[in-house]
């Protein structure tokens, strides 16, 4: 088994929101949490703080609804993709996703995703306290 796979570590994430930030200027050229393909869910009462992405599912909803055919499985990232020449913006995808993790550009009219930043993610980069990683699958599976 090859490749990466990214990870998340809710007791570390901070919530601080740098994850979010560097996804959207990465992506969009700008630092907006509404354009972050990654969103941090944070429960204040009880203090914790999770970084949630595409779930990159093996028989992905999204990918059945598009009737563009925009979205398409990538082999080497092991995730849908959104081929944005492609998209409607019917927003079937966005529907479909049992876990919200398709997103809608408004003013582009295109859905869009977390892409791991075609295989270096910059969220994982950037976070300072190791809440989100990109390992190799087998450290993942192999791990007690």
């Known amino acids: 088994m090859e490749g990466q796979v990214i990870t998340f570590n809710r007791e570390k994430c901070v919530g601080c929101g740098t994850c979010e930030m560097i996804c959207s200027l990465v992506n969009e050229g700008i ?31 999204c990918l059945l609804a598009c009737v563009a055919g925009a979205l398409y499985f990538d082999e080497s990232l092991g995730m849908p993709r959104v081929n944005s020449e492609q998209c409607i913006g019917c927003r079937q995808c966005n529907v479909s996703c049992p876990f919200g993790h398709m997103n809608f550009h408004q003013e ?37």
């Not at 949490?33 to 093996?58: D, G, K, M």
């Not at 270096?120 to 306290?129: E, G, L, S, V």
């Not at 190791?130 to 390992?135: F, L, N, S």
Request: glycine fraction near 2%.
């Open 31 to 61: 630092c907006s949490t509404r354009l972050s393909r990654i969103r941090v869910v944070r429960f204040p009462r009880e203090a914790r703080n999770a970084p949630i992405t595409c779930a990159a599912c093996e028989n992905a909803s």
């Open 108 to 144: 582009k009219d295109i859905a869009f995703k977390c892409e791991l930043c075609d295989g270096d993610p910059q969220c994982a980069q950037f976070c300072w306290t190791g809440a989100i990683e990109y390992p190799e699958k087998e450290q993942v599976l192999l791990k007690d």
